[in-house]
């Protein structure tokens, strides 16, 4: 089905996780639409970590199609990835040491201003970051 985010004032890609050349070609394309509109000084390796730790999940717990969303209303960037698996819960401390899973989306929350996952019924998971990059003129 169709990503249930669309907008005007948003940046829109859909592709196979597991394929590191859509990957990484999606992952160039955020970037470069990230720094056409942000201030110089921002922390773009710092999105580009949430960027891959979030598509390293989907291929994780829910590999196939995953849609991503860059919106841009207000003065910061969402990204929001949607992916059509069984659901995930995103850790709210660091997981214990010795831990297989659980420390990149803890990563992701530290990195972003916000950072929310919700299951969307009959599609997957909703994962929701706002980045910490600033608007040009913001």
């Keep these: 089905g169709d990503s249930p985010l669309r907008g005007a004032w948003s940046m829109h890609w859909s592709f196979d996780a597991r394929d590191a050349r859509s990957t990484r070609d999606v992952r160039e394309l955020f970037l470069a639409y990230l720094r056409a509109k942000g201030k110089k000084d921002a922390d773009y390796a710092g999105a580009e970590v949430v960027f891959g730790e979030l598509i390293s999940n989907v291929v994780r717990h829910a590999p196939g199609t995953v849609d991503i969303e860059v919106e ?67």
């Design 72 to 138: 841009w209303r207000g003065d910061a960037p969402v990204l929001h990835v949607l992916d059509r698996g069984p659901g995930y819960d995103r850790a709210e401390t660091l997981p214990p040491t010795l831990s297989e899973t659980g420390r990149g989306l803890y990563l992701v929350a530290t990195l972003t201003r916000e950072f929310t996952v919700t299951r969307l019924p009959g599609y997957g998971s909703h994962a929701r970051a706002v980045l910490p990059i600033d608007r040009t003129g913001a």
